[in-house]
């Protein structure tokens, strides 16, 4: 089994940053990829960044190019979100998801674990 836990998020003003973290722990032999989705009240879970785990390639969602990057750890088995100029928009529970398999990296059900969620805060 893999365990996913991520950091605690935060209340930030919009224009500001904030570092998310993810550990992984347990069966990590089974990560091919990792990364984060985001799902704000009311709607529906939404890709935001992904990494290879033993490869250099990112994918981004639209609304997040440019503004959050993805990085890792591999010896700490830990991927980072780096989000800056948050929008209010940017508003969610900040989900980190492992994917065992070579599916499509921004379909939520081509993950295999999940963490709990961490929330995000933007206020104007």
């Known amino acids: 089994q893999l365990h996913l836990a991520e950091s605690e998020g935060g209340l930030v003003q919009a224009g500001g940053s904030l570092n998310l973290s993810c550990v992984a722990s347990?069966?990590?032999?089974?990560?091919?990829?990792m990364g984060w989705f985001r799902q704000a009240q009311g709607k529906e879970r939404e890709f935001v960044a992904t990494?290879?785990?033993?490869?250099?390639?990112?994918y981004y969602g639209d609304s997040v190019k440019g503004r959050f990057t993805i990085s890792r750890d591999n010896a700490k088995n830990t991927v980072y979100l780096q989000m800056n100029d948050l929008k209010v928009e940017d508003t969610a529970v900040y989900f980190c998801?492992?994917?065992?398999?070579?599916?499509?990296?921004?379909?939520?059900?081509?993950?295999?674990?999940w963490g709990q969620g961490t929330q995000v805060t933007v206020s104007t």
């Open positions: 998801a492992v994917a065992s398999l070579p599916r499509v990296f921004n379909s939520e059900p081509a993950y295999d674990y």
């Open positions: 347990g069966r990590t032999s089974v990560i091919y990829r």
């Open positions: 990494l290879n785990w033993n490869r250099n390639s990112q």
